[in-house]
C-alpha cells in the first residue's frame, strides 16, 4: 500500500468484544486508509492481553499511530505495554462499555471515530497501576467487582446483559469492610480510614461505560486519581446515592471523612493504599481481576499519547 506523509498504522480488532461483527470494520478501514494513501496493517488482538511485542515492531517499522478497535480491557492491555512510548493511540469503540473513548468523547460510530483519529489531536493522558497492574481507566472493589465477573461469564455480552446482572446482584449486595491510607498533604499527615462501603472506585476516566459517569470531575490528564466510596446503608439509600453521585450531586472532599451522615466519600489523591481484609472483588478496567488483601494504588502521569477531537 502506498504511503502519504509519515503516518503508518496498525490496526488491532478484538474479534469478540461487544456485539457488533468485525467484517464491515474492516471494510470501512480499508476504503478511508486508501482513500488517505496511509501505509496500515490489521492484525487481530492477542486473547492473552500480551502486547509488548508492539514496541518492537513500533521500532523496528516506524509505525507512528496503533488504533484499538474493541473494548476497555483490549485498550488496557495495549496501553499497558505502550506506557512512555511516543507513539499515537487510537480507539474505535467496539466494546460493550467504552469508558476510555467515551471519556476522551470519541464517538461510537466507526467512521466518525477514524475520522477523530485522522484529524484530532494526540495528547498524553495519565494511567494508575493497582498492585504493578496499569489501569487507563477504572477499577471497582466491591460491588462492580462482583458484577464484572458474573457478566465475563456470559455467552452474550452487550449493554442488556450488562444492565441484566448488575440488577440481580443489587438484591443480594452487601458491603465490605475496607481500610483506606491516604498519603500526607501539605497541611497534614497520612489519613487512615475505616469504612464499610458496598464499592470503592477509583477513577482515572469519569465513568463506568455507557455514558454511565461515576466520578463526574474526573479528568485525564490532571495527575490525580478520583476516589468514589459508596458507604454502608440502605439498600434503597444505596440506589439513592448512586443515582445522586452519578448525576453529580456530591461535591469532591478536601479529605475523605467518616464524620456526618456523607452516604459517598469523593475526594482525590495522586495515591493510596486499601486494605481489603474480605477480598472483596475486583475488576480493573471491566475486566474481572484476581482480589488481594491489601491494594497499593499510584498515578502513573502523562504516560500515553491518546487521539482525542480537536478542542472547539
Not at 495528547?123 to 496499569?134: P, R
Not at 455480552?157 to 440481580?168: A, N, Q, S
Not at 500526607?184 to 455507557?210: C, T
Request: net charge positive; charged share 20%.
Amino acid at each position: 500500500m502506498r504511503q502519504t506523509g509519515n503516518r503508518k498504522f496498525i490496526f488491532l480488532i478484538n474479534p469478540i468484544s461487544g456485539t457488533r461483527g468485525k467484517s464491515s470494520l474492516q471494510q470501512l478501514i480499508a476504503q478511508k486508509m486508501s482513500e488517505k494513501g496511509f501505509e496500515y496493517r490489521i492484525h487481530p488482538t492477542n486473547p492473552e492481553g500480551n502486547y509488548e511485542f508492539l514496541r518492537a515492531v513500533i521500532e523496528q517499522e516506524s509505525i507512528t499511530d496503533i488504533v484499538v478497535c474493541g473494548g476497555d480491557g483490549t485498550v488496557s492491555a495495549v496501553m499497558a505495554a505502550l506506557q512512555g512510548s511516543p507513539v499515537r493511540v487510537g480507539i474505535i469503540p467496539m466494546g460493550s462499555g467504552n469508558g476510555l473513548a467515551f471519556a476522551a468523547h470519541i464517538p461510537k460510530n466507526p467512521a466518525k471515530a477514524l475520522e477523530v483519529i485522522f484529524s484530532g489531536k494526540a495528547a498524553l493522558i495519565d494511567g494508575f497501576l493497582i498492585n504493578g497492574h496499569f489501569s487507563c481507566m477504572l477499577c471497582g472493589i466491591g460491588f462492580d467487582g462482583k458484577v464484572a465477573h458474573e457478566f465475563a461469564r456470559q455467552p452474550v455480552r452487550g449493554l442488556r446483559t450488562y444492565v441484566k446482572v448488575t440488577m440481580k446482584n443489587f438484591f443480594t449486595a452487601r458491603p465490605y469492610p475496607f481500610r483506606l491510607t491516604v498519603p500526607a498533604r501539605e497541611n497534614g499527615g497520612a489519613l487512615s480510614l475505616p469504612v464499610d462501603a458496598y464499592f470503592i472506585n477509583v477513577a482515572n476516566g469519569d465513568q463506568f461505560g455507557n455514558h454511565f459517569t461515576i466520578a463526574p470531575k474526573a479528568s485525564l490528564e490532571d495527575g490525580l486519581l478520583d476516589i468514589v466510596v459508596v458507604r454502608k446503608t440502605g439498600r434503597l439509600s444505596f440506589l439513592l446515592s448512586v443515582i445522586r453521585q452519578v448525576l453529580g450531586g456530591y461535591a469532591v472532599q478536601a479529605a475523605p471523612t467518616a464524620k456526618g451522615r456523607r452516604r459517598v466519600l469523593y475526594f482525590r489523591t495522586p495515591s493510596l493504599e486499601i486494605a481489603n481484609p474480605e477480598c472483596a472483588p475486583l475488576h480493573i478496567d471491566g475486566d474481572p481481576a484476581a482480589a488481594a488483601p491489601e491494594y497499593s494504588i499510584k498515578v502513573v502521569p502523562k504516560t500515553i499519547w491518546l487521539i482525542r477531537p480537536q478542542a472547539g
